[in-house]
């Protein structure tokens, strides 16, 4: 199969078995999104849903979460990876975002890289989600089931992969795609031990057919 029509065939699929792909991540507005965003790397998104409501009821915009210390953030923070780190990126974050943003939390993705915390990533998971721009974000899920799948080949980085994708995506569906594949990452196509008995998609799918190669194989 071409990369061309495994791309057609698995966005098929996913218009039709997956209409409705959203983040998990639970937020109001762009600034609570942009801390959401921030506090998942490298943790669940149900932690994170875990963590924020205390930390908006106490901090509910950029302004108040400025005049925190690092020590008051780590303590709402504190049950997710990385609390030091990422208290200091959220208050170096927010203090951008006043001094330099007036608050608002930009749309350009090199602009969104200013921000302390805030990587390519990060970015363009705010630039897609908030702005709804033709960003790819590229996360651990995304990037394992772009390759099984055979829609990367070969990636060895993020951005790879991010360039690979958009190449054949079609630019209004980029956004939505990120969410298709972070889904079927979580909850199908799992790391360890994916469920590709149960995957709609393993016609389609490299990983699988090399992993019937070698059953058949073995049987023989």
């Known amino acids: 199969m071409r990369k061309k029509e495994r791309f057609e065939k698995i966005i098929s699929w996913f218009r039709e078995n997956m ?25 669940t998104d149900k932690r994170v849903n875990q963590i924020t ?7 509910p915009t950029a302004f108040d979460l400025s005049h925190a210390t690092q020590e008051n953030i780590f303590d709402y923070i504190r049950s997710c990876s990385y609390p030091n780190n990422k208290a200091k990126h959220l208050l170096g ?6 001094e330099d943003f007036k608050e608002i939390v930009p749309d350009d993705i090199k602009e969104l890289q200013k921000l302390p915390g805030v990587g390519r990533k990060t970015a363009n998971v705010i630039a897609s989600v908030v702005y709804d721009k033709p960003a790819m974000a590229v996360d651990t899920h995304v990037f394992r089931v772009s390759e099984r799948l055979g829609l990367t080949t070969n ?25 298709w ?20 998609l393993k016609k389609y799918c490299k990983y699988y057919q090399k992993e019937e190669k070698k059953n058949i194989k073995a049987s023989n």
């Open 181 to 200: 594949l972070i889904l079927h990452g979580r909850y199908v196509c799992l790391a360890r031990k994916p469920k590709c008995k149960a995957c709609g």
């Open 19 to 43: 209409p409705i792909a959203e983040t998990e991540l639970e937020y109001t507005n762009p600034y609570e999104l942009l801390v959401a965003v921030i506090l998942s790397a490298q943790c």
């Open 155 to 179: 990636s060895k980085t993020p951005l790879e992969t991010e360039k690979q994708l958009v190449k054949y995506i079609p630019e209004e569906l980029i956004a939505t795609a990120h969410h």
């Open 93 to 98: 974050m927010a203090k951008m975002l006043v």
């Open 53 to 59: 409501p205390p930390l908006f009821e106490k901090y």
